[in-house]
């Protein structure tokens, strides 16, 4: 038996970041980085403050989301971190078709067209890969103020496992991964939206959800970048195909 007890080092390997902006994205391009890795970060603000090359695209424009694509037929990712995402509230009585289109536009379209594009030039550059889509603890389960959100990260999870057995022949693994309740920036927007659907005082929600966690309190971005980069390093070389859940043990709550 060979025990590889060795650190990740993600020298020589290219890797794109979408969504880089955000919490979880930023804290995902600093750990890539620190690791080796040469990234390429993307997201729709006009500039990125973290150590990679970035560019600014609109994925829910026809332009944006073809010049992304482009993009990543360029740069010929080894690793493509699937973050790029929106959230909005309403229940079936409430969330209109504008909501739909403008959360499965990002979240499922954008998103499944980011990932064709980087599997294909994987495949076209033989190169052995890894793809990891950002699912959530929403994808497991329905929720009555957050139906079209939910919808798309079920989504999210099932092309996951579709597009892991489909490039399996080329030995490109394809997993995801399922955060539950983490503190980020986008948290302020969230606490406001159930504010607003729930009666409840801005900062309420946040403090409750983090203490009904399982381990008691929410977590932070780097939780969740510490399982992407896992799921990049040769230390994942035999998963595929799987959803892990970044969330404190909150799913079965």
């Known amino acids: 038996m060979t025990l590889n ?26 750990h890539f980085t620190s690791l080796g890795a040469v990234v390429y970060a993307t997201d729709i603000a006009d500039s990125f403050e973290g150590d990679a090359t970035y560019k600014s695209f609109d994925l829910l424009s026809e332009v944006g989301l073809k010049d992304c694509q ?18 909005d509230m309403g229940s079936v009585l409430e969330a209109d078709l504008d909501q739909f289109d403008r959360l499965f536009g990002l979240n499922v379209r954008a998103f499944y067209a980011v990932m ?9 550059n033989d190169q052995h890969g890894s793809i990891i889509n950002m699912a959530s603890q929403a994808g497991h389960r329905g929720e009555a ?12 999870i099932s092309y996951t496992q ?16 399922s955060p539950g309740v983490i503190d980020t920036p986008m948290w302020k ?4 939206l159930f504010a607003k659907f729930e009666g409840k005082e801005i900062g309420q929600k946040k ?23 896992f799921l990049a390093s040769d230390q ?18």
Not at 146 to 156: D, G, I, N, P
Not at 162 to 177: D, E, F, M, Q, T
């Open 162 to 177: 579709s597009a892991a057995l489909a490039l399996a022949p080329h030995k490109i693994r394809v997993n995801a991964i």
């Open 236 to 253: 994942s070389s035999y998963m595929t195909a799987q959803t892990i859940g970044v969330d404190g043990g909150n799913v079965l709550r």
């Open 70 to 87: 482009a993009w990543i037929a360029e740069i010929k990712p080894d690793v493509l971190f699937n973050n790029a995402a929106l959230f």
């Open 189 to 192: 927007s969230v606490d406001a």
């Open 207 to 229: 403090r409750e959800v983090g203490e009904a966690v399982p381990l008691g309190y929410m977590g932070a971005p780097s939780d969740v970048a510490r399982a992407a980069v």
């Open 145 to 156: 103020l957050v139906a079209h959100y939910c919808a798309t990260k079920a989504a999210v």
């Open 5 to 30: 007890a060795a650190p990740i080092n993600l020298s020589g390997k290219t890797v794109l970041v979408t969504g880089a902006v955000g919490g979880i994205g930023a804290s995902t391009v600093a």
């Open 116 to 124: 064709q594009s980087a599997a294909k030039s994987m495949v076209a």
